[in-house]
């Protein structure tokens, strides 16, 4: 579902995983962008609960993003940064520039209130996930945007044969939520061989395409939309 069924995709995500847990840091950032109901939660919190744990892992909001006080992320090595709320483009310039830094800096910063600053190796591997679109301003390394197939969705308050159909769907994968799945998925990870892996490799998705036609300037869309298309 994450990878929309392209095999190319499903093994950037493995490896990605499988480089997180051999305790190497990716450089490169999972950005899941869909509306509720498509499962796009569903990996960070068997991450998070199950494969890392809940001592070297974390799930935020946009708190740690817009100020100073980023206590929390130090020592984690995987945070998962849920529903970012929708920022200006100004606001987002500034909060993409922390998250990129984050993602490649081998160390940080950590602040606190009444607490001096100090430096902690930086271990974090970022994913993201967010109902809206964000303002991306990323050269197209950092972000690996994924298109989340949207065949299981499940919609509220809606009795449809099709609904209780992927309802169920997503109640089996989640009784397979536990520590034992959690540990075969750990030791088929450190199986993948990531030998040649490099993060900012990844496959071109079309929501990655969809991003940079949005940042697109007013004379590229000019010459876009009365003679390209055309």
């Not at 490169?28 to 990996?43: D, H, P």
């Not at 980023?70 to 987002?92: D, H, P, T, Y």
């Not at 600053?117 to 994924?146: H, K, S």
Request: net charge negative; glycine share 4%.
């Amino acid at each position: 579902i994450l990878s929309n069924g392209r095999d190319d995709v499903q093994g950037y995500i493995l490896k990605w995983l499988a480089h997180m847990v051999k305790g190497k840091k990716n450089d490169s950032i999972l950005y899941l962008r869909a509306k509720q109901g498509f499962g796009k939660s569903t990996l960070q919190n068997f991450i998070r609960k199950h494969l890392i744990g809940s001592d070297l892992s974390l799930e935020e909001g946009s708190n740690p993003l817009i100020s100073d006080f980023n206590e929390r992320l130090a020592g984690k090595i995987f945070v998962a940064f849920e529903e970012l709320e929708s920022f200006s483009k100004s606001q987002w310039m500034s909060i993409s520039a922390r998250i990129k830094r984050y993602a490649t800096s081998d160390v940080m910063t950590v602040e606190n209130k009444n607490v001096k600053a100090y430096t902690v190796q930086n271990l974090m591997n970022i994913m993201i996930m967010a109902n809206e679109d964000a303002v991306m301003d990323d050269d197209g390394r950092r972000y690996m945007i994924l298109d989340i197939a949207t065949h299981r969705q499940v919609i509220p308050n809606c009795d449809s044969d099709r609904n209780e159909e992927n309802r169920k769907y997503w109640d089996k994968v989640y009784s397979c939520f536990n520590d034992e799945v959690g540990h075969a998925f750990y030791c088929y990870l450190m199986e993948v061989d990531t030998t040649n892996y490099v993060p900012q490799d990844f496959p071109t998705t079309q929501s990655k395409l969809d991003s940079y036609a949005k940042r697109m300037d007013s004379h590229e869309n000019f010459l876009k939309y009365n003679y390209v298309l055309n």
